[in-house]
């Protein structure tokens, strides 16, 4: 065995059916009693849900949190919280709402207890992305880490199918790279293809069946571990590309994820041959081809397949290739600018993904 270095995550986890009642619990046990609510404009309704648990003990209300945590969104919800007297923060959503919990949690040293309803992952990364003047830039820090991650199943059954398909191709995307990633090791391993597997097998059910609980518990539990991926080792090209079209292209995050994975790993396939060996193993009608396996999960999945179609506009191909090649990272094969430009072509065009790049 090759020697690998690993660090757990200090999170606790509460997974469940009807865990959003446990959350007065959780409060007491990190000792905090005056929590500050997050959520986007679309979940008031979940902040609702909380409000009637937890009673005239909540602080103040922020339900502004937006697509790729905006600094001036972020500064905005500060401000609030400081004049609040809150001494906790409680985000509920999904990825725009968490990043904005992880935003203030770093800024103000508050205790962060997240609740997510849809399949994103970052509730359980020490990563934040933020967005300031059109560029996202990325940081690390154990501190970003919400301490406290409230997964209720209960909460993600109205989640709409499309977005139910995306998101959870968004928290694959976290696995397949975990599964090639310099620093992997054998722990990671093991939860990206126990991850992959119970999200292939549950995300294309709930497309004909988006009331299944059973469907829905096997959905978020593969999230979970495959968001662990995410926040335990480094990631490749293609959260590299997806972070450059988001931020700069303002696509939404999880339809550009599902777009871009299966041709990110064409991309790396000649390299990662161990890699496309699990993948295909956990992917159903894969025959062995990694790439193969994705592409008819996408189909099975019924999801937008060209960047066109969310706004990118063909001129900014080169663009886009200009920004991915721009700042060096680690990835398992060699940046080259005329193949990077030719997946995010191939992506904008919707086209299958091929293993010719």
């Not at 310099?182 to 990206?192: C, G, H, S």
């Not at 609980?213 to 539990?221: D, E, K």
């Not at 937008?304 to 060096?328: C, H, T």
Request: hydrophobic content about 40%; overall charge neutral; charged content about 20%.
């Amino acid at each position: 065995m090759d020697s690998f270095e690993y660090n757990s995550s200090p999170a606790r986890i509460v997974f469940g059916s009807g865990t959003l009642k446990k959350v007065p619990e959780e409060l007491s046990r990190a000792k905090v009693s005056k929590p500050f609510l997050l959520s986007t404009p679309q979940q008031v309704s979940h902040i609702d849900l909380l409000k009637n648990i937890l009673g005239d003990v909540v602080s103040g209300v922020f339900t502004e949190a937006t697509m790729h945590t905006p600094v001036e969104v972020t500064e905005k919800a500060l401000e609030q919280i400081k004049s609040s007297g809150a001494d906790s923060i409680i985000s509920i959503g999904g990825g725009s709402t968490v990043g904005l919990g992880k935003a203030l949690s770093i800024r103000t040293g508050l205790f962060h207890l997240t609740i997510p309803t849809t399949y994103a992952g970052s509730e359980v990364t020490p990563i934040l992305g933020e967005t300031h003047a059109g560029r996202k830039t990325t940081r690390s820090d154990p501190k970003i880490l919400p301490s406290t991650v409230v997964y209720d199943v209960d909460l993600t059954m109205t989640l709409p199918v499309s977005l139910t398909a995306t998101s959870g191709v968004n928290a694959i995307a976290h696995a397949v790279e975990a599964l090639y990633a310099r620093n992997t090791n054998p722990i990671i391993n093991l939860l990206a293809q126990e991850g992959t597997k119970a999200l292939a097998s549950s995300l294309p059910v709930l497309i004909s069946e988006p009331n299944s609980q059973a469907a829905r518990s096997t959905a978020l539990y593969g999230a979970w571990l495959c968001g662990v991926c995410l926040g335990s080792v480094g990631m490749s090209i293609h959260h590299k590309l997806c972070h450059t079209l988001g931020g700069s292209f303002n696509l939404p995050h999880s339809e550009t994820h599902t777009i871009v994975l299966p041709h990110a790993l064409s991309y790396n396939a000649p390299k990662v041959p161990e890699a496309m060996k699990v993948l295909a193993a956990v992917l159903p009608e894969s025959e062995g081809d990694a790439t193969r396996g994705l592409n008819i999960l996408l189909q099975k999945l019924k999801v937008q397949r060209g960047l066109k179609a969310l706004g990118m506009q063909e001129s900014d191909i080169d663009k886009a290739a200009d920004i991915a090649v721009s700042n060096p990272y680690w990835n398992p094969r060699p940046i080259e600018r005329g193949p990077i430009r030719e997946l995010i072509r191939r992506a904008w065009a919707g086209e299958d993904a091929r293993a010719d790049l």
